[in-house]
């Protein structure tokens, strides 16, 4: 029996490449909000996190989460996203 493929996307933190499901989705949406995507399919451009607070923090003073979202990301927001990233649970 083949297996099967699992998607994999690379955090912009820590630029590890590991499973989608292991990873948390930040989404820009149309509208241009940036927030955490708990499901992954919310439409818009997403970037990847691994579930830590470290990664967060490296995405954001490396600019890697702006490049990726393609978008400058507020402080609200980053605040937002970090007190909904404790909240996420495995």
Known sequence: MPQRHVPERT???CRTTRPKRELVRVVR???GAVELD???KRSGRGAYLCRN???LEKAV???GLERALRHPVEAEVLERVRAALQEVTW
Do not use: Q
Request: proline residues 13%; neutral net charge.
């Open 61 to 63: 003073r490396g600019k």
């Open 29 to 31: 949406t149309p509208e």
């Open 38 to 40: 708990p499901t992954g």
């Open 53 to 55: 607070m470290e990664c």
């Open 11 to 13: 955090c912009v933190g």
